[in-house]
């Protein structure tokens, strides 16, 4: 059978369903035509056509690998060499770049799991097949999933059988599945999705009822989506397009997952009741790995964004030729370049895996997880320290430029250095400011800093890691092989003298 991606239109229309979202209040009625989600639904369908472009198709897609014909995103395939995990970083870039780095959770996210699940189907045991099916549906159709896969901020301190009212576990096992409630924080971009992946992080799990790792179509009865405020809508309220450039388009909005008696049948469980293949799931699923590869290489074209931005900024304010601020724009530069070294060096030398499949090196992954948490705020000190009030000399709407009676004084007294005009540099200003100084801008230092685990598990992980496979005892080996290279008598290898003549001419105490 031939097969292909969702084109556009089609992903869409597979939106219009009976999902229940929650904004403001209200239900939405329809989130392709709200006015929330309108536009990153049609930031999401351009993603969707560019896999139909043959001026793309060569970067982004290959043939599917489930034995049909027809090609896919990439990403969505198992890869089996470093020749293959180079064609993903470069498709995943590729798409990056159609949202200039801003949609963190793209479709190809949710990839670095079901890419995993043809070559690691057995890991599921008795849901193998579910897995194999996901695969292949996932990659015939590069379906959009989200994922949700961390207990609510309530009550952390306890157990999760100990906070029923809230955690996601099964009420009823039935023949033809179960029947689960709770709720899950925090499910990016989950109003624009197909299906949401539910699991379970950073909590033991006791009871099998919580042991549960499924995956849940968004309109599913008794699935609710409650939205944070919705910067798009905002956006479209206070000004235009001009005035916020990136919120107004490009908002993934988070929402609290509430599962209320949702069956969830079968065929779309790939863990339930077994407490040690659940608390094993991260180690062994693949889905780490491909996702901090998928993160960083997203990073590091957004940053190629920032940078750009930046440098527009001081060129526009006459500061970009001072020293220090030139030190600045370096690092952000070197922030840059750090993250597509380990972008690179996650795909170039990648581990073996199962079923003759390869993985991401996860030490440049886990390396990415720590230094993303510590350099993009960082980044975003610089511009908020040398473009400074710059960022805010702008008049409030683009309504402004309209009105003679002000307009001469704009072009006047708002102009940037060297020739740019007061709307170009209002332009300019006002796109950095929706990236650092806006809502948006500090939801996605929030997500940059958090996305893949909380600040101490990101180091904790990693040290564990290399406690784990024998690294750290290696590296103090290496340590001890130095010093037991001497003695308080001297050297003891004989390539290495200790001049012991000269040493009796020093006075003794």
């Known amino acids: 059978m031939t097969t292909r991606p969702l084109t556009g239109d089609e992903y869409i229309e597979s939106l219009r369903d009976d999902r229940e979202v929650y904004l403001y209040g209200e239900r939405v009625k329809d989130v392709t035509t709200h006015p929330a989600f309108h536009n990153p639904v049609r930031m999401t369908a351009r993603l969707y056509d560019a896999l139909h472009d043959p001026a793309k198709r060569d970067?982004?897609?290959?043939?599917?690998?489930?034995?049909?014909?027809?090609?896919t995103h990439r990403f969505f395939t198992t890869s089996r060499s470093a020749e293959d995990l180079v064609g993903d970083?470069?498709?995943?870039?590729?798409?990056?770049r159609m949202s200039y780095g801003w949609m963190g959770r793209s479709p190809d996210y949710k990839a670095s799991f079901l890419g995993t699940l043809g070559t690691n189907a057995e890991f599921y045991g008795e849901y193998a097949d579910n897995a194999r099916r996901w695969y292949r549906e996932a990659q015939e159709k590069v379906l959009f999933w989200n994922h949700a896969i961390v207990h609510p901020p309530v009550d952390r301190d306890r157990p999760a059988d100990e906070v029923a009212d809230v955690f996601v576990h099964a009420e009823q096992e039935r023949d033809d599945g179960l029947v689960v409630s709770g709720a899950k924080v925090v499910a990016t971009g989950s109003a624009l999705t197909h299906h949401a992946f539910i699991a379970h992080y950073g909590l033991p799990i006791r009871k099998r009822e919580y042991a549960l790792v499924a995956t849940v179509p968004l309109a599913a009865p008794g699935v609710k989506l409650i939205c944070r405020p919705s910067y798009t809508a905002a956006a479209a309220v206070a000004g235009t397009p001009f005035d916020h450039p990136l919120s107004s388009r490009l908002d993934e909005n988070d929402t609290i997952l509430i599962l209320d008696k949702v069956l969830i049948p079968w065929e779309n469980v790939f863990v339930y009741g077994d407490l040690g293949r659940v608390q094993m799931f991260t180690a062994r699923s693949g889905f780490p790995e491909r996702f901090t590869f998928h993160g960083c290489t997203r990073l590091a074209v957004k940053l190629e964004f920032l940078a750009g931005l930046l440098s527009k900024a001081l060129q526009a304010t006459g500061t970009r030729d001072f020293r220090g601020v030139q030190s600045r724009l370096g690092e952000v530069l070197a922030w840059r370049n750090l993250f597509w070294g380990l972008s690179d060096a996650a795909a170039r030398n990648p581990v073996p895996w199962t079923g003759g499949a390869v993985l991401p090196n996860p030490d440049y992954g886990m390396a990415y997880r720590w230094f993303m948490q510590i350099g993009y705020p960082r980044i975003r000190e610089i511009i908020l320290q040398d473009v400074a009030s710059g960022l805010i000399y702008v008049n409030s709407s683009a309504a402004d430029f309209k009105?003679?009676?002000?307009?001469?004084?704009?072009?006047?007294?708002?102009?940037?250095?060297?020739?740019?005009?007061?709307l170009d540099r209002t332009k300019l200003m006002k796109l950095l400011w929706d990236a650092v100084g806006t809502e948006f801008g500090g939801r996605h230092e929030l997500y940059e800093r958090n996305y893949s685990g909380n600040h101490e598990n990101t180091r904790v992980e990693l040290y564990f890691s290399q406690l784990a496979d024998g690294r750290l005892d290696g590296y103090q080996a290496f340590v001890e092989a130095c010093m037991g290279e001497y003695d308080l008598d001297g050297w003891t290898v004989p390539d290495l003298s200790s001049f012991a003549e000269l040493n009796a001419l020093i006075p003794k105490v």
């Open 59 to 71: 970067v982004l897609t290959c043939p599917v690998d489930t034995g049909g014909e027809g090609y």
């Open 89 to 96: 970083q470069r498709a995943i870039a590729e798409w990056a």
């Open 403 to 422: 009105n003679p009676e002000i307009r001469p004084y704009l072009d006047k007294y708002v102009r940037g250095s060297g020739g740019v005009t007061a």
